[in-house]
């Protein structure tokens, strides 16, 4: 035996190894942390900005984008940090994803309180900021906006106010029906209930579907049979039915949480990517 032949053999490969690991070309999406500025509220808003790995080797080629919306309490991080298949849905999809921050606004702009604007923002100056400074496919046919929770409500109801805008709308376990609940901010952006009872009847999405004509989106809503969003999920399908108006529709099992959120974003990702390129309006004629 040679041990100390052994011990020289290791070290080396393991040095090769290190090098090997040093001079490989990085792959994968990568993000990047913007400051987008909203003359709305006059100051900048943090944004992360996705991009797909074949961005860096074609510098022609533009790209659909996803508005990734996060939930109440949340931040335009959460899903770079907790969705742990992002940034391959992103490469195997071949999209670029865009999480700006909402604070807990729902993203509207606010009835009560001037200072929130954030349906101003995520539905006009933000995809102008994006269009300007990222190779995107600038057209509502390649937009499409998807969110969790109360971004699942942001989601649809910044796809139905901002039709010029976007052409598909997904709701991960969207607060979809907010009238049932007085918390997560709501009260600040709505207005107390009993002085202000227009603005939750005017804001929750079962309202806002009855400005959809049908194909005028391609939609698609997903909710765990555990979650406490399941019955307002429930009722904002009936509505859709009832105003006979095409829609994707899921309940897996799962509750409230990124195990749900991670399971059910790949599925997502597909419906979008279905639709990107696809002329709504060219449909509604055949």
Same mark, same amino acid.
């Given at each position: 035996?040679n041990?100390?032949?052994?011990?020289w053999?290791k070290?080396a %490969?393991v040095?090769?190894l290190?090098l090997i690991?040093l001079? %490989?070309p990085?792959?994968?999406?990568?993000i990047e942390?913007r400051?987008?500025?909203?003359?709305a509220? /006059? /100051?900048?808003?943090?944004v992360n900005v996705i991009?797909?790995?074949s961005?860096?080797?074609?510098?022609t080629?533009?790209y659909p984008v996803?508005?990734?919306l996060h939930?109440?309490?949340g931040?335009y991080?959460?899903w770079s940090?907790d969705a742990r298949?992002?940034?391959k849905?992103?490469?195997?999809?071949?999209f670029?994803?865009v999480?700006p921050?909402? @604070?807990n606004s729902?993203?509207?702009d606010?009835?009560?309180d001037?200072?929130?604007r954030?349906?101003?923002?995520?539905g006009k @100056?933000l995809?102008?900021?994006?269009?300007?400074?990222?190779?995107?496919?600038?057209n509502?046919e390649?937009?499409?906006?998807?969110?969790?929770?109360?971004?699942?409500?942001?989601?649809?109801?910044?796809a139905?106010?901002?039709?010029?805008?976007?052409?598909i709308?997904?709701?991960?376990?969207?607060g979809l029906?907010i009238?049932?609940?007085?918390?997560?901010? %709501?009260p600040?952006?709505?207005?107390?209930r /009993?002085?202000?009872?227009?603005?939750? @009847?005017?804001?929750?999405?079962?309202?806002?579907?009855?400005?959809l004509?049908n194909?005028d989106?391609?939609i698609?809503?997903?909710c765990?049979t555990?979650d406490f969003?399941?019955e307002?999920n429930r009722?904002?399908r009936?509505?859709?039915?009832e105003?006979?108006?095409?829609?994707d529709y899921?309940?897996?099992p799962?509750?409230h949480?990124?195990?749900?959120?991670n399971?059910a974003?790949?599925?997502?990702?597909i419906?979008?990517?279905?639709?990107f390129t696809?002329s709504?309006?060219s449909? /509604?004629?055949?």
């Amino acid at each position: 035996m040679n041990p100390s032949g052994n011990s020289w053999r290791k070290a080396a %490969l393991v040095l090769s190894l290190l090098l090997i690991c040093l001079f %490989l070309p990085l792959h994968g999406a990568t993000i990047e942390k913007r400051d987008v500025y909203s003359d709305a509220m /006059k /100051k900048n808003i943090p944004v992360n900005v996705i991009l797909p790995d074949s961005s860096k080797t074609d510098a022609t080629k533009r790209y659909p984008v996803v508005y990734l919306l996060h939930g109440a309490g949340g931040n335009y991080r959460n899903w770079s940090v907790d969705a742990r298949d992002l940034l391959k849905e992103v490469d195997k999809n071949d999209f670029i994803v865009v999480c700006p921050n909402a @604070e807990n606004s729902w993203y509207i702009d606010s009835p009560v309180d001037d200072s929130c604007r954030y349906s101003t923002f995520c539905g006009k @100056e933000l995809i102008a900021w994006i269009d300007n400074h990222y190779r995107t496919i600038p057209n509502r046919e390649n937009r499409a906006v998807c969110g969790l929770s109360m971004g699942g409500y942001g989601a649809m109801y910044l796809a139905i106010n901002h039709l010029d805008t976007f052409s598909i709308a997904v709701s991960l376990s969207g607060g979809l029906d907010i009238r049932p609940y007085n918390s997560w901010n %709501l009260p600040n952006i709505l207005g107390d209930r /009993k002085e202000h009872p227009e603005n939750w @009847e005017k804001y929750t999405i079962i309202n806002q579907i009855d400005k959809l004509k049908n194909r005028d989106l391609a939609i698609s809503i997903d909710c765990g049979t555990e979650d406490f969003f399941l019955e307002v999920n429930r009722a904002a399908r009936k509505k859709l039915l009832e105003r006979k108006i095409e829609h994707d529709y899921c309940e897996r099992p799962g509750n409230h949480s990124w195990d749900y959120w991670n399971n059910a974003f790949p599925y997502a990702a597909i419906f979008m990517n279905k639709h990107f390129t696809r002329s709504l309006d060219s449909s /509604k004629n055949r």
